[in-house]
């Protein structure tokens, strides 16, 4: 709430700072991965209601590739899998988990222990809305999604690190998609085609 009489020095410099658009918000973000737009929701008169921006998963993912140390966590993750075929009782992440070892390739074969010299990557999907007045504000707010993956074969402190998140796109507001309706399943969409592909080609 800005204080009475207007927002104070810093509530201004706030204010001035919130990017206005995609492009302002890829630039300072350095995402450098052009988005791709999509029209959710039509209106009466079959014109675009609101747009998705898409941030690609391929264009997303050389770039994670790239970074220092990221195939040797992936070779590691899957290593460990094939030298303990069965699941450990301790849980410690992912790679003691019996999914990872049962898991199955588009061929049918396992997907980490018959790998052969492919890398094979696991990721966990995290939906989230939050209130972009802050969480303080009463009455009507405004809600801003955001939907990204998170790769399960970093070690735990990398895992949840943004720097090693893949942000597939913002929800924009003002309302959260009506879960009625499965009306997340728009904004997924393009994600699951780029997933389908990498499971099926690689």
């Known amino acids: 709430m800005l204080a009475p009489?207007?927002?104070?020095?810093?509530?201004?410099?706030?204010?001035?700072?919130?990017?206005?658009?995609?492009?302002?918000l890829e630039t300072r973000l350095n995402l450098g991965i052009s988005t791709v737009p999509y029209?959710?929701?039509?209106d009466?008169?079959?014109?675009?209601?609101?747009?998705?921006?898409?941030?690609?998963?391929?264009?997303?993912?050389?770039?994670?590739?790239?970074?220092?140390?990221i195939e040797e966590h992936g070779d590691r993750f899957c290593d460990h899998v094939i030298a303990n075929p069965e699941n450990s009782s301790?849980?410690?992440?992912?790679?003691?988990?019996?999914?990872?070892?049962?898991?199955?390739?588009?061929?049918g074969s396992l997907?980490?222990?018959?790998?052969?010299?492919?890398?094979?990557w696991f990721f966990r999907l995290h939906a989230d809305s939050f209130n972009v007045e802050g969480n303080r504000i009463r009455g009507a707010?405004?809600?801003t999604g955001v939907l990204g993956l998170l790769c399960l074969n970093l070690p735990l402190h990398m895992t949840n690190d943004s720097a090693y998140v893949y942000l597939a796109g913002l929800?924009?507001?003002?309302?959260e998609p009506e879960p009625k309706e499965a009306a997340h399943s728009y904004y997924?969409?393009?994600?699951?085609?780029?997933?389908?592909?990498?499971?099926?080609r690689g």
Request: charged share 30%; glycine share 10%.
């Open 39 to 42: 029209a959710v929701l039509l």
């Open 44 to 69: 009466d008169y079959d014109k675009p209601f609101k747009m998705f921006h898409y941030y690609p998963f391929f264009d997303w993912f050389g770039k994670f590739l790239s970074l220092p140390g």
């Open 5 to 24: 009489g207007g927002g104070t020095i810093e509530q201004n410099n706030a204010i001035r700072d919130i990017p206005e658009t995609i492009s302002t």
């Open 171 to 175: 929800i924009q507001g003002p309302n």
């Open 111 to 120: 997907f980490v222990a018959d790998r052969g010299e492919e890398g094979r």
């Open 141 to 143: 707010t405004r809600s």
């Open 188 to 200: 997924l969409q393009p994600l699951m085609r780029d997933l389908d592909l990498a499971y099926t």
């Open 90 to 107: 301790d849980k410690r992440d992912a790679r003691d988990g019996d999914y990872v070892r049962k898991f199955r390739a588009d061929d």
